[in-house]
């Protein structure tokens, strides 16, 4: 039989998940900014989305956060300006692989 009150889990919603990895993205691009140009950095809407784009050695990377996170973006350092020359096209797979190669500083 189980108990009536179970013990609390260390799961979280998937809600909770998306919003721990939409800020990180914002503090990456933030430390980004910071650490190399002014210019590698920023965010802009797409379809009613904010993107989070960065341009490092390894190319650019760009993820979209929930529109509940506007508020943060207008108040970082971040400058609201689509990429130099644009999205590059790049897929999640792609983006992923810029981003393990700039980890491990293989570029």
């Not at 609201?80 to 999205?87: D, F, W």
Request: proline share 9%; glycine share 6%.
């Amino acid at each position: 039989m189980g108990a009536d009150n179970p013990p609390p889990t260390n799961e979280k919603p998937i809600d909770e998940v998306y919003h721990d990895r939409n800020l990180l993205a914002i503090a990456f691009a933030r430390a980004i900014r910071l650490t190399w140009d002014p210019n590698t950095a920023g965010w802009y809407w797409h379809d009613e989305w904010p993107v989070v784009c960065v341009d490092i050695p390894t190319g650019q990377k760009s993820w979209h956060v929930t529109p509940d996170l506007k508020d943060v973006l207008e108040r970082s350092p971040l400058d609201e300006s689509e990429p130099t020359g644009g999205y590059d096209g790049h897929s999640r797979t792609l983006k992923n692989c810029r981003l393990a190669r700039y980890i491990t500083r293989s570029y």
